[in-house]
Every structure is written in structure tokens, then in C-alpha cells.
């Protein structure tokens, strides 16, 4: 298994504005999962992205995956107040291993 | 209707004191986790089972023990509470190990006082 690191650690927009957060990873992998946590709650599953895919999108969130460059952006368009937590991204090498989580991007989007 | 929920939410408790968080998933899923996740909101994988068999074992003190009665449920005993075990204790589910997204509680924040 192995950790993605998240880039950057923190991340301050205004509403409407757009957000970018990256993750990179050393290994090959089967697929990537990225995560959001708000303040208190559990993490919510966002999108599987599998090794085979470029591109995902899921209503305002949009992943791409380079498995060349091992690394993976989140963007959110149009963000919200309500978009602000932390983003985890999760890659999964396969083969039973674990799941595993860096420390996440923290996004605020501020009024 | 929740998914994956941990009961408590919240517990304080001495050091030396023996406490247990209940999990339980009502999604059907065959695997489940325990994950901590600390001040700096790491998250770590502690143990994982598969239709009950312990599957995923990491470094943990001998003092935390799992247990999965069925599928559906893992509880996690924590004897001789330390002040370093206080954080924030997720369960998790999913199909499978990681070929498809996990479904997390909501959490269960420990405090050893």
C-alpha cells in the first residue's frame, strides 16, 4: 500500500471561484479515490478514478489521473460555502492492500 | 438509516479505564475497518475484516482488540486507556478492499484524561 500526499495543505478561495488540489503517489496502482471531510463528520467518498481512466466527473467535481507523472487533481468549479473541508485522496495499489490517507487539503471558501 | 454507524460519539474516560466502540454497517458490505486519525487528521488503518476474519493487523498496541460477531458488525476494546490513545476513531466498510469506495461512521472522538 502507499500514502498519496495531498498539494498544497491548505487552500483559501472565494465563492464562485474555482478550486485545484493534487495528489501524487510513488507506486503503480489499481485506482485512486478521493475523499471530503467535514469539520467533525466522517469522509464522504467522492470518485473512484481507476488506473485505466483519464478523466471523471461527478456533477461539480471534475479528477483527472496521470499514471505517467503518478498523480491525480481535484477541481471543484463554482465552489461553495458549503464545499469547505478536507480532501483526502486514497490510492489503492490493489492486490488486498490497504487503503491508505495522507493529511488532506484543507479548502475554505470564504463569502 | 445509517449507513455505517459508531456508537459512542463522543466518550471521556480515565487512564487505566477499559472502553469499547460499537460498530455496525447496514450496507451489506463484507469488509470493515478501524481507522484513527490523529490531531493533524492522519488517518491510519488499525484493523480490517472480511466476512469476519481479521485480514489487516497493523501495528497496534496488544491493547486494542477487534472484534467482528458478524459481517455487518466489528466493535474495538481498548484495555489500560493510555493519554496517547485519545483521537478520533473511524469505522469504515466497503465491498471488497479497495476496488470500490469505503462508507465511514461518523466517528467516535476518545479523550483520556
Same mark, same amino acid.
Given at each position: 500500500s502507499q500514502q498519496g500526499e495531498e498539494d498544497p495543505q491548505a487552500l483559501s478561495i472565494q465563492e464562485g471561484e474555482n478550486a485545484t488540489m493534487n495528489c501524487s503517489y510513488k507506486t503503480s496502482i489499481n485506482n485512486l479515490q478521493w475523499y471530503r471531510q467535514n469539520s467533525g463528520r466522517g469522509l464522504v467518498h467522492l470518485i473512484l478514478i481507476r488506473s485505466n481512466e483519464r478523466e471523471k466527473h461527478s456533477g461539480r467535481l471534475r479528477v483527472t489521473l496521470d499514471t505517467s507523472k503518478k498523480s491525480s487533481s481535484l477541481l471543484i468549479t463554482?465552489?461553495? =460555502? =458549503?464545499?469547505?473541508a478536507s480532501y483526502f485522496c486514497a490510492p489503492y495499489t490493489g492486490g488486498g492492500n490497504k487503503l491508505t490517507f495522507g493529511t488532506g487539503t484543507q479548502l475554505k471558501v470564504e463569502l | 438509516d445509517t449507513a455505517v454507524s459508531q456508537t459512542p460519539k463522543y466518550l471521556v474516560t480515565q487512564m487505566g479505564n477499559d472502553k469499547s466502540i460499537k460498530c455496525e454497517q447496514n %450496507? #451489506?458490505?463484507d469488509t470493515m475497518y478501524w481507522y484513527k486519525q490523529d490531531s493533524k487528521k492522519f488517518l491510519k488503518i488499525m484493523f480490517s475484516y472480511n466476512n469476519k476474519e481479521l485480514i489487516i493487523n497493523e501495528?497496534?498496541?496488544?491493547?486494542f482488540s477487534p472484534k467482528s460477531p458478524d459481517k455487518a458488525h466489528l466493535n474495538l476494546h481498548i484495555n489500560s %486507556?493510555? %493519554? #496517547? !490513545?485519545s483521537a478520533v476513531y473511524f469505522c469504515a466498510s466497503s465491498q471488497? %478492499? #479497495? !476496488?470500490y469506495g469505503y462508507t465511514f461512521g461518523s466517528g467516535t472522538r476518545l479523550t483520556v484524561v
Open positions: 463554482a465552489s461553495r =460555502a =458549503a464545499d469547505t | %450496507l #451489506g458490505h501495528t497496534v498496541p496488544n491493547r %486507556l493510555e %493519554l #496517547g !490513545d471488497g %478492499l #479497495g !476496488d
